[in-house]
Each structure stands twice: as C-alpha cells, then as structure tokens.
C-alpha cells in the first residue's frame, strides 16, 4: 500500500509539472484549458468545464505560491 501511494504522488507531481509548464507558455487559456483537457483524456481522466475551471486555478495558485 505504501508504495502505491508513492507512485500516485510522484504521478500526481508529473501531471502538476507539466500543468504548470503549460500554464506558463504563451498561449491562449482557452487554448491551455483545451491542451490540458486532452492531456487528461489520454490518461483517462473526465472533467467538465467547472472541474477544468477548479483544476486550472488550483494549479495556477499553487505555481504562485512557489514563487
């Protein structure tokens, strides 16, 4: 159980690093919310368009908070 839970944080570090990376190109964000929204799809995970919302404020005020 415990390395189980290993693995799911370091996944869960990698999704948030490349969130972050993708928050921070130059780009649209609606265009990010969309290439983010992909990315999860390819990994199986579903969110709606308020979820995307929480998830993408999340991740920006996490990557404002580690500056």
């Given at each position: 159980m415990k390395a189980l839970n290993i693995v799911v944080a370091?996944?869960?570090g990698v999704a948030l690093g490349a969130a972050a990376g993708i928050l921070f190109a130059p780009e649209k964000g609606?265009?990010?919310r969309k290439k983010?929204?992909?990315?999860l799809r390819q990994k199986g995970v579903k969110l709606n368009r308020a979820?995307?919302?929480?998830?993408?404020?999340q991740i920006a005020a996490e990557v404002?908070?580690?500056e």
């Open positions: 370091f996944l869960g609606e265009d990010t983010i929204a992909d990315l979820e995307m919302d929480d998830l993408v404020d404002k908070d580690a």
